[in-house]
């Protein structure tokens, strides 16, 4: 399963490092165990969506992608009143 990359993953992604919490997962509630460290937190969500970038260009997150994808044009045609493909059909959990 593809997972969404947290703030918690940037920081440790950026200093290699555990020794934080953040609170009510709010970037601005950074509480530091420990060293403290310099990074801003425009860095933090640089960070996050590089490594989120990475992450979906993973065959499992191009996967992801086309699944959700194919959902949606399976929605869009039961709306519309439109005939399904088998692989649309395919989606719909019933």
Do not use: C
């Amino acid at each position: 399963m593809i997972t969404k990359i947290t703030y918690a993953d940037a920081i440790e992604s950026l200093i290699g490092s555990t020794n934080f919490t953040i609170r009510n997962n709010d970037i601005d509630n950074i509480i530091w165990i420990g060293e403290t460290h310099d990074i801003t937190r425009q860095q933090i969500l640089d960070e996050q969506t590089r490594l989120q970038e990475l992450q979906d260009a993973t065959p499992e997150g191009i996967d992801k992608k086309a699944k959700e994808d194919l959902k949606a044009s399976a929605k869009a045609k039961l709306i519309a009143g439109e005939a399904l493909t088998a692989e649309e059909a395919d989606t719909i959990v019933l």
